[in-house]
């Protein structure tokens, strides 16, 4: 079992895959242009983490569809540009507010969609409340794991696209944890990592 993980190479990169935190957690780093080179199904998982040079992975798509259509599991978090190189991603971007937490009461509005699933046997919905910067259309049969104010998907889970499997979210926690601003995404990626190693790492289930 493997995780193999993206490594753009940018200071947040370094910290979240590198730093003694969360490396523990990644098999093998890659960088985007060394994909060819890599058999991708030695590996369980492929993470992309946030702010991943859409331009650099697009050259990869056809590789990165082949892993999913023999069963692979692709994790991409935010900021990537996921259309240019995974299927059937549709994204609508939003405005994005900074301060709200500043207002007395403010509440962003995300919440958990699918309380019973996995995933929030590691995470509270305060942990994936930072800032939202878009929502997904993505295809029907997926299961939609949190969603923003207006239900607007931006955390789903896709089994119906390929024969594998892609955890998609708008959210990046990568890159707040890694430029030390915004205890929720660590708090996020705390949880998310060792879930990835406990559900995703053993293969799409059938």
Same mark, same amino acid.
């Given at each position: 079992?493997?995780?193999?993980?993206?490594?753009?190479?940018?200071?947040?990169?370094? =910290?979240?895959?590198?730093?003694?935190?969360?490396?523990?957690?990644?098999?093998?780093?890659?960088?985007?242009?060394?994909?060819?080179?890599?058999?991708?199904? =030695? /590996?369980?998982?492929?993470?992309?983490?946030?702010?991943?040079?859409?331009?650099? @992975?697009?050259? /990869? !798509?056809?590789?990165? *569809?082949?892993?999913?259509?023999?069963?692979?599991?692709? &994790?991409?978090?935010?900021?990537?540009?996921?259309?240019?190189?995974?299927? !059937?991603?549709?994204?609508?971007?939003?405005?994005?507010?900074?301060?709200? +937490?500043?207002?007395?009461?403010?509440?962003?509005? &995300?919440? &958990?969609?699918?309380?019973?699933?996995?995933?929030?046997?590691?995470?509270?919905?305060?942990?994936?409340?930072?800032?939202? /910067?878009?929502?997904?259309?993505?295809?029907?049969?997926?299961?939609?794991?949190?969603?923003?104010? =207006?239900?607007?998907?931006?955390?789903?889970?896709?089994?119906?696209?390929?024969?594998? *499997? @892609?955890?998609?979210?708008?959210?990046?926690?990568?890159?707040? /944890?890694?430029?030390?601003?915004?205890?929720?995404?660590?708090?996020?990626?705390?949880?998310?990592?060792? +879930?990835? *190693?406990?559900?995703?790492?053993?293969?799409?289930?059938?």
């Amino acid at each position: 079992m493997s995780v193999l993980a993206i490594h753009p190479g940018a200071y947040y990169h370094i =910290e979240t895959l590198e730093a003694p935190r969360y490396r523990h957690y990644f098999d093998r780093l890659v960088r985007p242009e060394q994909l060819p080179s890599f058999e991708l199904s =030695e /590996h369980q998982v492929l993470f992309i983490p946030c702010r991943t040079p859409a331009d650099r @992975m697009a050259p /990869h !798509a056809a590789q990165l *569809r082949t892993y999913l259509d023999e069963g692979g599991t692709i &994790v991409a978090t935010g900021e990537t540009a996921w259309e240019a190189f995974l299927p !059937a991603i549709h994204f609508t971007p939003q405005p994005t507010n900074w301060w709200w +937490w500043l207002t007395e009461g403010a509440d962003l509005g &995300v919440r &958990v969609s699918a309380p019973g699933h996995s995933l929030f046997e590691h995470l509270r919905q305060d942990d994936l409340t930072w800032h939202l /910067h878009g929502w997904f259309d993505p295809p029907e049969g997926v299961e939609v794991l949190a969603v923003n104010e =207006e239900g607007k998907p931006i955390l789903y889970v896709d089994e119906v696209t390929t024969a594998g *499997r @892609m955890v998609i979210t708008s959210l990046d926690p990568c890159f707040h /944890h890694g430029s030390h601003f915004m205890p929720a995404t660590t708090r996020f990626l705390d949880g998310f990592l060792p +879930w990835i *190693r406990k559900e995703l790492d053993k293969g799409k289930s059938e």
